[in-house]
């Protein structure tokens, strides 16, 4: 059974935001609603890295550890999802979140929030898949059209991995043997546990 | 420091002024080294650690959208939030609430209700105002409910959840945390509101020495003197105050998530702190409802009418009853002065 | 109940089931690779299959059970041509799909790529004509709105004669839209016809044209997998063409290539260079010549290309002598020792290749700028085969399409010029009579010589629309505008911002003085709001090239055929339409589409390609007709990655050919010429794609060979230079008996009584041609690329400091040309540069003001802005400050600022936020050119018609950028003034 996971080769990335919106042109991901996001480190500096960042999709996922009413689960795939059924936008998966993940819609009356909503790998949601239901919360279901996320399909330079994670893994340790240097499976260690050797 | 001692010990820190008995000091979480110089072309881990070090532990770049949050690119502190949350902070809460019903429980079957030893004297006495009684069940009725709904967030999911089944369970949740958010303001307005009317009957002094060192009365067989309040209400009241103050403050951080404290370790450090006290807060205020109520005869209705017993106040508060009673008199006892039904 | 997924569910899983059959081997693995974003090399061997094992949606994702159409258009945005395959279920676009099969981008796209969808959905687009009266915005019908138009240009005419009228065109037309204005503005009578190329690559066209013969990219995005050494300068392909930085990173990688970037600002891609040089803005001359210096002190340079293929190089070998070391660096502020690594790089690890874009052709300098460039990549031999080259980045889709068909002042389409003999051309492919056509031109009641000489001249380009307007003719006994050119009183705006163009204060004055604006866009423009007009404004809508059909050029020349998505929203029109409406309005629709088909008044783009067909010769655009451009993009998967070249195992129709013709494709399609994917390239046979430089300037000059020696591309029967063929050529080399009957006669009719003068360019038969690949020989001939090229106002490119420059010790040195008259326009540069320094500028306005792109917005930014994902991404102008200058001006990192510059009014600012970074260096300034809708601290939201602002609104960075012009195309100073900034 494949572990999905997404690997952003750092030494590829050039913030060109792809990522960012094909994730929103595949969901209609709503204003303020970051499913995806890229962060540039060492801004305008030798050694600036640019990646983009999602739900990790984390093995022992810490926001399903905290979450008051259980509402996440994880498919065979290794997909990290939740039900916005069950959700009651309380914001602890935020704080779990090693990656800034979990997204609130902002509701009424001071912070209150709504229904989290974060990457779903394109796997959609507890409903039958691909349904206008599934679709309306979640976005649509690529995983289960054979696809891979639009984000990792459309990434401009192929900086952005998506797939089993040892294919994944073995891609990018090919790229590092071939070009030389690699600056690291970027959040694998806090997502897997694991690092890609460079 | 692992974080988790760093946010205990910080929780102790504010329980401990709660008591009156430290000042708060937040350490300063993160050792600060000399900067190095930023690698240019690096390996993961010499990268990692040299951003690592700019922040707190939490990489942070550059993003476009508004939403600074975004720009932490990876904080490790979310797993250790994650550990301390689902570990030691649920131990801390199961005990400190469980091991108080267990000490009420022990003490109750041992000592049995306190009784007035001289039986109640049919004269009332006025103890509390009207306002000082709105106050208290104000405060208490919010407390409970705040408590019922909190306790929920961390235990639900364990103890509902598998009785509710999931949609029921949310249903109440979402309840519950609308009625959190909500019951926040009358609590916190009960707080201050108490803060005020007792201020000045809760000021420790020398009884009070006295009044501990007898353990309240647990030590030997006298009630050690008292005056309005004795010893241990006056910590009652600080505790409420400060631990139903750093409640107030935390629980606003919390629903104005980001916009008064503005970074993730501080909104975690504030839930988790927010947690601790309040599981302190809900294992003293079961100590106090057991006294309040049946752990003591008579001491009910100073909260419910706000009159009491003479004989009552003149045994647990002797030094009250004579202001109350002789208001000229200088609030120091004559020599020898025994305490009434001392014999 | 709840329902989760549970295991068993997963399975069920359509992923799940695939990958049960990967671990066993049989599955589709390849196509999960390619979809895992494998690359070439190892695993990846796998990397290039065809994309026919990818698995095919079996439902959309709204609409379960609604079949889904899958159509392919390209991106609209920037020149690389993604492919943009769309997903449409009952004409409604509901989903973007990876283009797998596309050679250029593979399935990728950037920020504006994946959002192009939103384009056509906006909600914010122009839904229907509108019109000022009194200042207010009011709907009216398309009938009203072309017949008001019409009857004003019409009166403007007959007052004031064509040229009065300003015709701005756009890249972002297909070929046939941007063919059909071009006629448009001939058969209204005038030049004055531009377009984007202008303000972005018109220098590179001008410089490259002048040193080897064609204005474009001479490899393509694909071939720099194959360099050595890259350097980047003055371009910023990270975020103005991201998905070329596919091709560049993975041949870096592979190849473990030099990237070397040069730039003043440390931009995206600098991040990823081996090598990073910031230079001075507004340098490239002394850096390039800097660079050279070292080439020639050590003899790294390539003698026998230089012997061979190069005119001039000893004339550059003398001004490269003044330019020691030490000199460089106190110009441009780059050590030597790094200059020297560099051209080692550059001239030892080859194939090195030369990447620019605006941050050297948008000077005052950068034709000069360019032909520096060029002469670098001659002495180094790094011209005309795989891996080298100078690959120019071009901006919009469309820019080298555009460009090709003429939107330009100075040409008709196919880089004919406008002589005589180019206007006779193209009036036989139209079949009208040059008489006619000459007398549609001049002011009213002109004779046939003043007809002829407006005729002619080359027109007013858009960079100067401002001063054509608000300048009096002739001042002071001064001309101002050259002689029989009226102040413009109409423009007629198609896809171009009002924001591109340097002094927006002027330029807001200018418009208010016109007597007929016209914008005609997807959106109302900053052209619609900037002014302060009250009557005579129109707002056309205008559908985006994904609501119609046509073709369009990529940087690279290759031509792709792009579907219409869905049928043009609300009320909106294709250009084609809207041009035959006016056409028929002024009243010589009829001359004008006699050729072409016209359904309902739409004209078919595939007639319109034909038409191009017939006449493009010079530029060989006439071997790609519509139906093998059809077949490409059906046959995309068939198309190498590097080479773009489909193996045997195409079909038929496209076996052999290179992606999408890259001009020139020589002859009739019926040839079959595969397309030129390397320009200049000698290694490979004519028919090949192979090919020499061009010989456009001549035999000989001074006595001295300007054809090639020795050097011949391979097969070529004739083994040395030669001319480009006429008839007289072919007549000499005994080749005219090869031509056929029908050619011969052909080629009789077009001559008459001078056969001889008939060229490959201007022979409708395309015998000419045909001959000349038949004997393995360019049909323009085989000469040297001029490294001197004596028809420029600098035959060897010199070092002429900015306008504004910050360095006014170095103007006495090196000043800029004097004042000058230059398409129909006075430049008054040297007059402003002395001022600058009179005036002492540079102490009043200490930092260097350079602007640029943002990978989120494109050009002048209506489109993207008002694109809800894209705009989401950047809502606030920003200008970048050094943390210095920022610390010096008491400001914070996302504060706002205040900026302003030296011609901007007094006491006007323009406020936006402060980015502080050390992209930029201590003294410079950037700023992104994409916004507008903010003039000078004022919000002009309320000034859009309702509903149609787009969403982020900001202050335009043209609005502070200041005079300078290009003496050789009126190209515009937007990289290096001056400007001061503080906190608000």
Not at chain 1, 4 to 18: G, H, P, S, V
Not at chain 3, 542 to 560: D, L, Y
């Amino acid at each position: 059974m494949a572990r999905m996971k997404f690997l952003c080769d750092a030494d590829r990335c050039i913030e060109c935001n792809a990522c960012v919106t094909a994730c929103k042109n595949e969901h209609e991901v709503p204003w303020g609603i970051n499913r995806r996001r890229v962060v540039t480190i060492n801004d305008g500096k030798p050694g600036e890295r640019s990646i983009s960042m999602a739900c990790m999709h984390c093995t022992d996922a810490p926001c399903a550890a905290v979450c008051p009413v259980d509402c996440f689960y994880t498919t065979a795939d290794g997909v990290v999802l939740h039900s916005k059924d069950l959700c009651i936008g309380c914001g602890y998966c935020f704080y779990a979140c090693p990656f800034g993940a979990p997204q609130y819609p902002r509701l009424g009356n001071f912070g209150s929030r709504g229904k989290m909503d974060k990457c779903t790998y394109c796997a959609g949601g507890p409903e039958a898949d691909n349904t206008p239901a599934e679709y309306a919360k979640y976005g649509s279901n690529r995983l289960a059209e054979g696809k891979l996320p639009a984000c990792a399909e459309m990434c401009s330079t192929k900086a952005l991995l998506a797939g089993d994670g040892d294919i994944i893994a073995q891609i990018y340790a090919e790229r590092v043997s071939t070009r030389g240097y690699g600056s690291g499976a970027w959040g694998w260690r806090t997502a897997y546990k694991d690092m890609v050797s460079g | 420091m692992n974080r988790f001692t760093l946010t205990l010990r910080t929780a102790l820190a504010v329980f401990a002024i709660c008591l009156g008995a430290a000042t708060l000091s937040v350490p300063n979480a993160v050792a600060q080294s000399a900067q190095p110089v930023a690698p240019a072309a690096a390996h993961e881990e010499v990268l990692f650690r040299y951003l690592q070090m700019q922040g707190s532990g939490t990489v942070v770049g550059r993003v476009t959208i508004p939403d600074q949050k975004a720009a932490t690119l990876i904080q490790p502190g979310g797993r250790e939030f994650q550990e301390t949350w689902r570990g030691p902070m649920k131990w801390i809460a199961a005990a400190s609430i469980i091991g108080m019903l267990v000490l009420v429980g022990v003490f109750y079957t041992v000592k049995g209700p306190i009784r007035t030893t001289s039986g109640y004297a049919g004269r009332l006495i006025k103890r509390f105002r009207s306002i000082d009684v709105f106050a208290h069940w104000l405060t208490a009725a919010s407390f409970v409910l705040l408590a019922i709904t909190g306790l929920n967030i961390t235990f639900g999911r364990y103890l509902l959840l598998p009785l509710l089944g999931p949609e029921a369970f949310t249903a109440w949740s979402e309840a519950a945390k609308v009625a959190h958010n909500f019951l926040g303001f009358p609590f916190t307005l009960g707080v201050l509101l108490m803060f005020v009317l007792f201020l000045k009957d809760n000021i420790f002094d020398k009884t009070d020495l006295r009044w501990f060192a007898q353990g309240g009365g647990m030590i030997g067989h006298a009630h050690p003197p008292a005056r309005k309040f004795n010893g241990g209400q006056k910590i009652v009241y600080w505790a409420t105050v400060f631990g139903g103050g750093a409640l107030a403050v935390t629980g606003f951080i919390l629903m104005f998530p980001f916009q008064i404290v503005t970074s993730i370790d501080g909104m975690q450090l504030t839930a988790q702190l927010h947690g601790i006290i309040a599981f302190l807060m809900i294992a003293l205020i079961i100590g106090h409802i057991y006294l309040g109520s049946i752990g003591m005869e008579g001491a009910f209705s100073a909260m419910w009418s706000g009159k009491v017993d003479l004989n009552w106040a003149k045994e647990h508060h002797p030094l009250w009853v004579e202001e109350i009673m002789n208001p000229t008199r200088k609030d120091t006892l004559p020599a020898g002065a025994k305490g009434a039904g001392a014999d | 109940m709840l329902i989760k997924r549970s295991d068993a569910e997963a399975v069920r899983g359509g992923l799940a089931a695939s990958f049960a059959a990967l671990s066993s081997g049989a599955l589709d693995r390849r196509a999960f690779l390619r979809r895992s974003g494998v690359a070439a090399g190892g695993l990846a061997a796998l990397g290039t299959l065809s994309a026919g094992t990818v698995k095919k949606a079996e439902a959309g994702p709204m609409q379960p059970g609604v079949r889904v159409e899958l159509r392919k258009n390209m991106c609209t945005h920037c020149s690389v041509g993604c492919t943009v395959l769309a997903e449409v279920q009952n004409g409604v676009w509901v989903g973007q799909e990876p283009a797998w099969e596309s050679p250029i981008n593979r399935g990728t796209h950037c920020a504006k790529g994946a959002a192009v969808r939103e384009l056509v959905h906006g909600d914010r687009r122009l839904k229907y004509p509108m019109k000022l009266e009194g200042g207010q915005w009011k709907r009216i019908s398309w009938a009203q709105a072309i017949d008001e138009i019409g009857d004003k240009m019409l009166r403007i005419r007959n007052e004031s004669g064509p040229d009065a009228a300003f015709f701005l065109g756009s890249a972002k037309f297909s070929n046939e839209g941007a063919y059909l204005f071009r006629k448009l503005a001939a058969f209204w009578g005038t030049n004055n016809v531009d377009h984007q190329a202008r303000i972005c690559h018109s220098t590179t066209v001008a410089g490259v044209a002048n040193t080897w013969g064609y204005g474009a990219q001479t490899n393509s995005y694909n071939d720099i997998r194959n360099s050595k050494t890259i350097v980047i300068m003055g371009g910023n392909p990270a975020e103005a063409h991201p998905v070329s930085l596919q091709h560049v990173l993975q041949g870096k990688e592979k190849n473990r290539a030099n990237l070397i970037v040069i730039d003043p600002r440390f931009t995206r891609t600098a991040a990823h260079a081996t090598e990073y040089v910031r230079l001075r803005p507004g340098t490239d001359i002394p850096l390039l010549w800097g660079i050279l210096w070292h080439i020639f002190e050590n003899g790294w340079e390539d003698k026998e290309f230089i012997r061979q293929r190069v005119y001039g190089m000893e004339e550059v070998r003398k001004e490269v002598a003044k330019w020691s070391p030490e000199e460089v660096e106190r110009v441009t502020g780059v050590p030597g020792a790094q200059l020297r690594r560099v051209a080692e790089k550059f001239a030892k690890e080859k194939p090195a290749t030369l990447i620019w874009c605006m941050g050297m052709t948008q000077h005052t300098v950068g034709t000069a700028n360019v032909r520096a460039a060029c002469a670098l990549l001659l002495a180094t031999g790094n011209v005309g085969g795989a891996g080298n080259g100078a690959n120019i980045f071009r901006g919009h889709c469309n820019v080298q399409g555009a460009s090709d068909f003429g939107l330009d002042t100075a040409s008709l389409p196919a880089y004919y010029g406008l002589d005589e003999g180019a206007w006779r051309h193209w009036c036989r492919v139209w079949e009208v009579d040059y008489e006619w056509m000459r007398g549609r031109f001049g002011p009213p009641g002109a004779d046939d010589a003043t007809r002829k000489r407006m005729m002619e001249l080359p027109g007013i380009t858009t960079t100067r629309y401002i001063d054509a307007t608000l300048l009096e003719p002739v001042k002071d006994g001064t001309r101002q505008l050259a002689e029989g050119q009226p102040n413009y009183r109409a423009m007629l705006v198609f896809g171009h911002g009002g924001n591109t163009v340097v002094r927006m204060p002027e330029a807001a004055a200018a418009l208010e003085k016109l007597d007929l604006l016209v914008v005609a866009d997807p959106h109302p423009t900053t052209f619609a709001v900037l002014h302060n007009r009250k009557d005579n404004t129109y707002l056309l809508p205008i559908c985006t090239q994904f609501e119609c059909s046509g073709s369009r050029t990529a940087s690279n020349r290759s031509v792709q055929w792009g579907e219409q998505i869905v049928e043009p929203i609300f009320e909106s029109k294709t250009d084609y339409e809207v041009i035959y409406r006016l056409a028929e309005k002024l009243g010589f629709a009829n001359e004008m589409f006699k050729n072409i088909t016209v359904r309902n008044k739409v004209p078919e783009p595939e007639s319109v390609l034909r038409e191009i067909n017939r006449g493009a010769w010079a530029t060989g655009y006439t071997g790609i007709s519509p139906e093998r451009l059809k077949a490409h993009m059906k046959y995309q998967r068939y198309f190498d990655l590097v080479t773009l070249r489909a193996g045997a195992d195409a079909p038929a129709e496209v076996r052999g050919d290179y992606y999408g013709l890259p001009w020139p494709c020589w002859g009739t399609p019926e040839i079959r010429h595969p397309g030129t994917h390397i320009l200049y390239n000698t290694h490979l046979h004519v028919k090949d794609g192979g090919g020499t430089f061009r010989a456009r300037f001549g035999v000989e000059r001074n006595g001295v060979s300007l054809l090639a020696e020795g050097s011949y591309s391979k097969g070529s029967e004739i083994q040395d230079g030669y001319p480009e063929f006429t008839m007289a050529v072919l007549k000499r080399l005994g080749w005219d008996k090869d031509l056929t009957a029908e050619e011969r006669a052909v080629i009789e009719r077009i001559g008459g009584n001078n056969v001889d003068r008939v060229s490959w360019a201007t022979d409708l038969s395309g015998g000419i041609v045909r001959v000349a690949l038949e004997h393995g020989c360019s049909p323009f001939g085989n000469a040297k690329a001029r490294a001197l090229a004596w028809n420029l106002p600098d035959p060897i490119p010199v070092h002429r400091e900015p306008i504004y420059s910050p360095r006014p010790d170095l103007v006495a040195k090196y000043p800029t040309r004097d004042n000058f008259m230059a398409h129909r326009v006075i430049n008054y540069g040297r007059t402003v540069q002395q001022l600058a320094v009179d005036r002492n500028i540079a102490r009043d306005f200490p930092i260097v003001l350079t602007t640029g792109r943002l990978v989120e917005y494109e050009g002048g930014g209506e489109e993207t802005r008002s694109n809800k994902w894209l705009a989401e991404l950047q809502q606030d102008m920003f200008v970048e400050i050094n943390p210095q200058d920022a610390a010096e001006r008491g400001i914070r990192d996302g504060q706002w600022v205040l900026v302003w510059g030296p011609e901007m009014p007094k006491g006007k600012v323009c406020r936006m936020k402060a980015l502080v970074t050390e992209r930029v260096g201590k003294g410079v300034a950037f700023m992104p050119f994409h916004f507008a809708g903010w003039f000078m601290s004022e919000d002009q939201r309320r000034k859009y018609p309702a509903g149609t602002d787009p969403i982020v609104l900001g202050e335009s960075a043209n609005t502070v950028t200041t005079y300078g012009f290009d003496p050789v195309t009126s190209m515009q100073e937007t990289k290096c003034t001056l400007c001061q900034i503080r906190a608000a």
